[in-house]
């Protein structure tokens, strides 16, 4: 317990860099005899503490608890620029995944790709219930689909898929469901390119 106690202390005072005690005090609403009775080891701080010195010093808790090497917060929009999301937006109209409406005041999207819509559903369920849920189930079930491509839109209404998106419950089940889609389109696509004009064009 002492070693983590020294971790806790050791990873404060790097996190708090040139702030005084009586600035970090100011910070975390706390005296600064509290925030020297955390840098010296001789109280442990509370989760609450932790949490606020996570977010008010950005840094992660895992970190500050000796979990991870990992200093900064995984902050999922940091980084992202307003050109890389409308490029991903334009890239999930172009692919029918996404529909773009217009009206006077207001543009929102529609979610048309069934897969999307289940996955993006449960994701935001499970962040909405717990955090340590949600980190797992994106590293766990959400993986599962990194290296699946998005189906043409058209695919979703051909050999009762819609039948079996209804169906699909867990994520093992979606995986069945994208693994049939990419059969039709497959077969689709080759059907198409197979398929000459009149003039053997």
């Known amino acids: 317990m002492a ?23 100011k ?25 606020h010195v996570s977010e008010i010093y950005g840094v992660s808790v895992d970190w500050l608890l000796g979990l991870s090497d990992k200093k900064e917060i995984d902050k999922s929009c940091e980084g992202i620029t ?15 995944a996404l529909k ?4 006077a ?16 559903k449960k994701n935001v369920t499970i962040y909405k219930t717990d ?3 949600y980190d797992n189930w994106n590293e766990t079930k959400l993986a ?3 290296d699946r491509p998005l189906i043409w839109e058209g695919t979703w209404s051909m050999n009762g898929l819609d039948f079996l998106t209804g169906e699909a419950v867990t994520e093992a089940n979606w995986l069945e469901v994208w693994d049939e889609a990419k059969k039709v389109e497959n077969d689709y ?11 053997g064009e």
């Open 3 to 25: 070693l983590v106690i020294d971790i806790i202390k050791a990873r404060m005072k790097e996190a708090f860099g040139q702030d005084s005690q009586e600035t970090v005090g």
């Open 100 to 103: 773009m409406e217009e009206s």
């Open 82 to 96: 307003y050109a890389t999301a409308v490029r991903n937006l334009h890239e999930l109209i172009r692919h029918g």
């Open 189 to 199: 696509a080759e059907f198409m390119s197979d398929n000459t004009g009149p003039f």
């Open 27 to 51: 910070k975390l609403n706390m005296t600064q005899g509290n925030v020297s009775k955390l840098l010296s080891g001789t109280q442990q701080p509370t989760l609450e503490t932790i949490y």
């Open 105 to 120: 005041n207001a543009v929102s999207f529609k979610v048309t790709d069934p897969l999307i819509k289940m996955l993006t």
């Open 144 to 146: 599962l689909f990194q």
């Open 131 to 133: 955090k340590e849920l």
